[in-house]
C-alpha cells in the first residue's frame, strides 16, 4: 500500500500538561492558565475527582449491597469529566451520557439524584434547566444530536459572538468510543459543522465499548475523523485534568466566540467494569489495567501538590474526611429515596391526563384498593 | 371566507402559528427555497427567513434529535418527514426520546413538537412513498397523533397541534393535498383538537375512518344510501389519544361497525377499535366489527396498489357482509 492510502495514524499528538509521575511539561499550544491562583485551582481539582471517586465507589458497593440495580462506574476518568466540566462557563449547557457523574457533580447535581436513577426509583430526579445540565441518555450517542439542536437553539437566541463573555454560551456533547460508531453522533457532526453550531464534542475514548476494543471499529484516530466533518479536533490526556481543562476551556471560548464546532478526544481508560454487571476478566488482561493504574489521573494530581507544596497535609487530611463524610451520607440516604407510587406511573405521560389513561389509572387504583379492602374485612 | 386545497390549507395554517409565535421553527428536508417536495412550505422561508424556515442535512435521525434539542431550549419545532417511509431512520428518536421526555424529566421538561408525516398511497409513487405507519406511533405512550382529512381540518388542525405542548405525529393524506377545494373561514374558530367528529348521520351502520379513508368512507356512505343503507362517517381525526364516546353512542345506535384504513389490517388501529367497541358495545352489537383496510403484505409497486387499498367496492363489500350478519 502506497502511503497515501494508508489510513493508519502516523503520528498523533495528545496534549499533556502534567505527567503521569506528576511533573508539570509545556506544550506550545496550551499553557495551565487557571481563573485562580495555580495552587488553588489544582487543589480545587483534587478534591473534585477525590470526592467523585468516591461517589463512584461508594455507589458500586451500593450495588454490590443490592440497594441499587446498576451502576455505571467512572473509575479512571476522573480527570476528563472534572478538567471538561470546570472549564464550563455557568451559562454552558451540558448533555452526559450515563457516566458522567464526574460533570454531575461540578455542576451541583446532588449524588442522590444519580443513585435514584440506578436505584429505579425515577429515570432522572434534576431538573435540567436549573442545573445545565441534561438528563442521563441511556441511547448510546442520542444526546450528541440533542446538543446540537440546544446550540442551534442558542444561535437563534443570538447568544454567540456577542463579546460578552457571560453571555455568550457554549453546548458539550459528551459521548465515548463505543458511541463514535452511532449514525446519530455522525450525523450530530454533520448537523453541527452545517450550522456552525456552538457545540463541542467531548468524546472519552475509554479505550472500551463493553468488550469491544476502540481498535475494532476505529480505524483512524478518533479525533482526525472531526477534520471529515469539516471542523477542528484534538487528542488530549484526559487522565490529565490540567490538559484537559485547558483544552476544553479553549474549544469552549472558540464555540461561543462562533468559531463553531471542536471535537476533542479525552484519551483515558475505563479502569473498572462497564456496569455492575460486566465482567472484565472476561475479555482484557490484567497487564493492560496495571499499566493504566501507573497514569492514574488523582495520583499524578497529588504527587505534584506534595511534591511542590502546592498543599498541605492537613489539605488531603481534610479532603479524605469530606470523602468519607459524602459515604455516609450516600449510605444514610439510599433507603430515604421516596418509594415509586403505583398510581403515578400514569403522571407526566403528558402534559394533561388524557381521559383514556384516567380511566386506566383509575381503574387500577380501585383494582389496588380492593385488597386493602380485603385485608381489612379479614 | 378563502376557499384552499389541503396543501394550501397546511400552508397558510403553518404561516399563520409562526405569525403567532416566533418560537416556532421549521425544519425539513428541501422545505426552504423549494417549498418541500409537496410545497406545503411554499414561500414560507422567503418571509421567515432562513433561521425559521430550515434547510436540513438529508438524516431524519438528525432532524429529530436536533429538534429534540431546540424544543429543551424553549423553542417549538416543526419537523417536515419528507415521506412516509423515510420516518424510520428518525423512529429512535421519536420512540425513546421525543415520546419519553416529560415522562422521564419528572414531568419538569416539556417537549413541544410536531412532526409532520405525508402519509398514505395512491399516488403512484416508489416504494417507501406510501406507507401507513399511524399504528406505530400511536402505540407509543407520550406520543400523541392526529390525521387530518379535508382543508378546514388541516388549517385548524396543524394550529393547535403546535401550540399544543407535547409531542404530536401530524399525519397528512398525501393524495388528498391538491384534490378538493373547500372554504375556510379564518377568522372562525375550531372545535377540539383531540376530538372525533361524525361527518354523516346515518343509522343502520357505523364507519370509522381518518386521513385519505374519509373521503372512501363518504363515497361509500352515499353510495350505500342508494340501495336504502344509512350510513353513518365518523372520521376520528385523533388516533392517540382515541376519542370514543361518539363511535359509542353510534355503534349503540346502529349495532354495526365497520374500520376502515389504509394501513395493514393485522394490528392496525382497527384492531383496537374492534376491542374497545366490543368492551363497550357489547350488548349493542348485531354483527362483529368488521375492518378494511391494506392487506398484511408490504406495499406493492404502484401499479397494483388499487388492489391493495381499500377503496370503494370492498368497503361496500364489508358493509353489506356487517348488514347480512
Known amino acids: ?378 | 371566507m378563502t376557499k384552499m386545497t389541503l396543501a394550501k390549507a397546511l400552508n397558510a395554517g403553518l404561516r399563520r402559528a409562526m405569525e403567532d409565535d416566533d418560537k416556532v421553527v421549521l425544519m425539513g428536508e428541501d422545505i426552504g427555497r423549494l417549498g418541500g417536495v409537496f410545497r406545503i412550505t411554499d414561500g414560507l422561508q422567503k418571509d421567515f427567513g432562513e433561521a425559521r424556515v430550515v434547510d436540513t442535512p438529508l438524516a431524519e435521525s438528525g432532524i429529530v434529535g436536533t429538534a429534540v434539542g431546540l424544543a429543551l431550549r424553549g423553542y417549538r419545532p416543526v419537523v417536515e418527514i419528507q415521506f412516509d417511509g423515510f420516518v424510520y431512520p428518525a423512529y429512535d428518536q421519536i420512540v425513546s426520546q421525543v415520546a419519553k421526555f416529560h415522562y422521564r424529566s419528572g414531568g419538569r421538561v416539556a417537549m413541544p413538537m410536531v412532526i409532520r408525516i405525508p402519509f398514505g398511497g395512491g399516488i403512484g409513487a416508489v416504494e417507501h412513498h406510501s406507507e401507513s405507519p399511524e399504528a406505530q406511533f400511536a402505540h407509543t405512550p407520550g406520543l400523541k397523533v392526529v390525521a387530518c382529512s379535508d382543508p378546514v381540518d388541516a388549517y385548524w388542525m396543524i394550529q393547535q397541534a403546535i401550540a399544543h405542548p407535547d409531542p404530536v405525529i401530524f399525519l397528512e393524506p398525501k393524495r388528498l393535498y391538491h384534490s378538493t377545494k373547500a372554504e375556510i373561514d379564518v377568522d372562525g374558530s375550531p372545535g377540539p383538537l383531540f376530538a372525533s367528529r361524525v361527518t354523516r348521520p346515518g343509522t343502520d351502520l357505523t364507519m370509522l375512518a381518518y386521513g385519505p379513508t374519509v373521503k372512501t368512507a363518504l363515497t361509500a356512505a352515499e353510495a350505500a344510501a342508494g340501495e336504502g343503507k344509512s350510513v353513518e362517517v365518523i372520521d376520528l381525526r385523533t388516533l392517540s389519544p382515541l376519542d370514543m364516546a361518539p363511535v359509542y353512542e353510534s355503534v349503540r345506535r346502529t349495532g354495526r361497525a365497520v374500520v376502515v384504513h389504509e394501513a395493514h389490517v393485522n394490528l392496525g388501529l382497527g384492531a383496537e377499535l374492534a376491542a374497545r367497541i366490543t368492551e363497550q358495545c357489547f350488548h349493542s352489537l348485531e354483527a362483529p366489527v368488521l375492518r378494511v383496510g391494506g392487506f398484511d403484505t408490504p406495499y406493492p409497486p404502484a401499479r397494483a396498489e388499487e388492489y391493495f387499498l381499500p377503496d370503494l367496492d370492498r368497503v361496500l363489500d364489508a358493509v353489506d357482509r356487517s348488514l347480512a350478519w
Not at chain 1, 472500551?208 to 471529515?228: C, D, F, H, N, T
Open chain 1, 1 to 378: 500500500m502506497t502511503e497515501f492510502l494508508d489510513p493508519s495514524p502516523s503520528h498523533t499528538d495528545m496534549v499533556q500538561l502534567l505527567n503521569p509521575e506528576g511533573e508539570r511539561v509545556s506544550h506550545p499550544d496550551f499553557e495551565f492558565s487557571p481563573d485562580r491562583p495555580e495552587d488553588e485551582a489544582v487543589r480545587g481539582f483534587y478534591r473534585d475527582m477525590v470526592l467523585t471517586r468516591r461517589l463512584d465507589v461508594e455507589a458500586t458497593a451500593l450495588q454490590r449491597h443490592g440497594e441499587l440495580g446498576l451502576w455505571a462506574q467512572l473509575l479512571g476518568q476522573e480527570a476528563a469529566q472534572i478538567g471538561a466540566a470546570r472549564a464550563l462557563a455557568p451559562q454552558d449547557f451540558v448533555f452526559p451520557t450515563y457516566r458522567e457523574h464526574g460533570v454531575a457533580w461540578c455542576r451541583d447535581v446532588d449524588p442522590m439524584q444519580l443513585l435514584g436513577l440506578f436505584r429505579g426509583t425515577d429515570q432522572g430526579g434534576w431538573d435540567p434547566a436549573e442545573h445545565n445540565f441534561g438528563l442521563y441518555t441511556i441511547v448510546i450517542g442520542a444526546q450528541t444530536l440533542h446538543a446540537t439542536g440546544y446550540a442551534m437553539g442558542v444561535q437563534m437566541d443570538g447568544l454567540v459572538g456577542t463579546g460578552d463573555p457571560t453571555r455568550d454560551t457554549a453546548v458539550v456533547a459528551h459521548f465515548g468510543d463505543g458511541a463514535s460508531s452511532q449514525g446519530d453522533v455522525n450525523e450530530a457532526m454533520v448537523f453541527a459543522a452545517s450550522y456552525n453550531a456552538p457545540v463541542v464534542f467531548f468524546c472519552q475514548n475509554n479505550q472500551w465499548a463493553i468488550s469491544e476494543p476502540v481498535e475494532q471499529m476505529v480505524k483512524v484516530p478518533l479525533y482526525k475523523r472531526a477534520q471529515g466533518f469539516g471542523f477542528p479536533g484534538i487528542r488530549v490526556d484526559g487522565n490529565d485534568v490540567l490538559a484537559t481543562y485547558e483544552v476544553m476551556k479553549s474549544a469552549l471560548k472558540r464555540a461561543r466566540e462562533g468559531g463553531g464546532p471542536t471535537m476533542i478526544e479525552a484519551y483515558t481508560y475505563r479502569m473498572g467494569a462497564h456496569t455492575t454487571t460486566d465482567d472484565p476478566t472476561r475479555y482484557r488482561v490484567s497487564d493492560e489495567v496495571e499499566a493504566w493504574k501507573l497514569k492514574d489521573p488523582i495520583a499524578r494530581v497529588e504527587a505534584y501538590l506534595r511534591r511542590g507544596g502546592g498543599a498541605s497535609t492537613s489539605f488531603f487530611a481534610k479532603v479524605e474526611a469530606e470523602a468519607e463524610e459524602l459515604g455516609e451520607r450516600l449510605r444514610a440516604g439510599i433507603h430515604a429515596l421516596p418509594e415509586p407510587d403505583p398510581v403515578r406511573l400514569f403522571d407526566n405521560v403528558y402534559t394533561e391526563l388524557p381521559d383514556e389513561l384516567r380511566e386506566q389509572r383509575d381503574g387500577y387504583a380501585a383494582y389496588l384498593s380492593s385488597f386493602e379492602h380485603e385485608v381489612a374485612s379479614r
